[in-house]
């Protein structure tokens, strides 16, 4: 059954580091682009980042640019997301997708459970 699961959310304070991971089912998504989304409270879920299925080409929302890098290793399965300087407005529940196409990603979209992540002043 296919299946992502993230780990890696928590407390960290303003300025700090976290790297969240997803381990992926495969088949089928060694051959899916990576990504992940987060969504805070009161807000609609929005993209962070995507990696194409061979980790060479990445893409990055603008308000995560600079700060967060999104990696994967086919050979473990799983989609990383380094996330430093984190802000305030960081904090929220990060979701790992999978899509069949890259960018724009889309097409059959999976989800995973969520990771929550909480920045603190």
Not at 11 to 18: C, D, E, F, K, R
Not at 81 to 86: E, P, V
């Amino acid at each position: 059954q296919a299946h992502l699961v993230e780990s890696g959310g928590g407390l960290v304070q303003a300025g700090g580091s976290l790297r969240l991971s997803c381990v992926y089912s495969d088949p089928p998504f060694s051959t899916y682009a990576m990504a992940w989304f987060r969504q805070a409270p009161g807000n609609e879920r929005e993209f962070v980042a995507a990696v194409d299925w061979s980790g060479r080409s990445s893409y990055y929302a603008d308000s995560v640019k600079g700060r967060f890098t999104i990696s994967r290793d086919s050979r473990q399965n799983t989609v990383y997301l380094q996330m430093n300087t984190l802000q305030v407005d960081d904090t929220a529940v990060y979701y790992c997708s999978a899509a069949e196409d890259f960018n724009p990603f889309q097409y059959k979209q999976r989800w995973g459970q969520g990771t929550l992540v909480t920045v603190s002043s």
